[in-house]
């Protein structure tokens, strides 16, 4: 007499290979097949609006006419000031910006030519 265990170990090797066993060999072809990704294209946000601004050079010599002629025009007498270097700095930080969105730019261009289809590249 088999023992349980032994048993149970029979009938599943008997299940697991009695499929295989008893029926043709099927033979299993693997066709790989390219899809192009279709990622559509957005449209570039909106540009830049700017608004004008005004700069007043004012010296010692030229602040008691600036003034009168400021509080004509504009009724209120506030104004900022910035010394030559902070200009100079704030000059240099818009070429720095001007620059950032210049080459996100060409970086933007860069990725959406890459993504296109081959055949739209050749068009």
């Known amino acids: ?45 909106r540009g830049i609006v700017t608004y004008p601004v005004k700069f007043f050079a004012v010296t010692e010599e030229t602040f008691e006419d600036f003034k009168v002629r400021f509080e004509d025009e504009y009724t209120s007498f506030v104004f900022f000031a910035l010394s030559v270097p902070d200009y100079e700095n704030l000059s240099l930080n818009m070429a720095e910006i001007k620059r950032y969105i210049e080459q996100q730019t060409i970086l933007i261009g860069y990725y959406e030519d890459s993504i296109k289809p081959n055949e739209m590249i050749n068009e």
Do not use: G, N, W
């Not at 060999?25 to 946000?45: G, H, L, S």
């Open 1 to 45: 007499m088999l023992q349980p265990h032994k048993f149970l170990v029979t009938l599943s090797l008997l299940l697991l290979t009695s499929c295989s066993l008893f029926r043709d060999r099927v033979e299993v072809v693997v066709q790989t097949e390219y899809i192009d990704r279709i990622i559509p294209k957005q449209a570039r946000p």
